[in-house]
């Protein structure tokens, strides 16, 4: 039973806590057989895309760019680049 007047809280579940985590993208549980982990956070393999083209990211490669907070193939990393300079 709880008591009503306690004001101590449940702890809170985290993805980190759970033997399984949530997907950046659209938040669901993932359960593919591979786990993918870029800018800190952990992708569906179908979830994880280039910013600019949408290009699905594992299956193009084993790397992925960072630029601006985005997330890009090699191609369109090196498109961003040239338009930089």
């Known amino acids: 039973m709880v008591n009503p ?12 806590s ?3 985590k949530l997907c950046a993208s659209c938040g669901g549980k993932i359960a593919d057989r591979f786990l993918l982990c870029a800018m800190d956070s952990y992708w569906h393999s179908r ?20 630029k601006s ?16 300079e």
């Open 18 to 20: 759970l033997s399984w």
């Open 47 to 66: 979830c994880l895309k280039c910013s600019c083209c949408q290009a699905q990211l594992g299956d193009i490669g084993t790397s992925c760019y960072t």
């Open 69 to 84: 907070s985005m997330i890009l193939c090699r191609n369109d990393y090196i498109r961003s680049a040239k338009r930089s």
């Open 5 to 16: 007047d306690s004001t101590s809280q449940p702890p809170l579940l985290t993805a980190s």
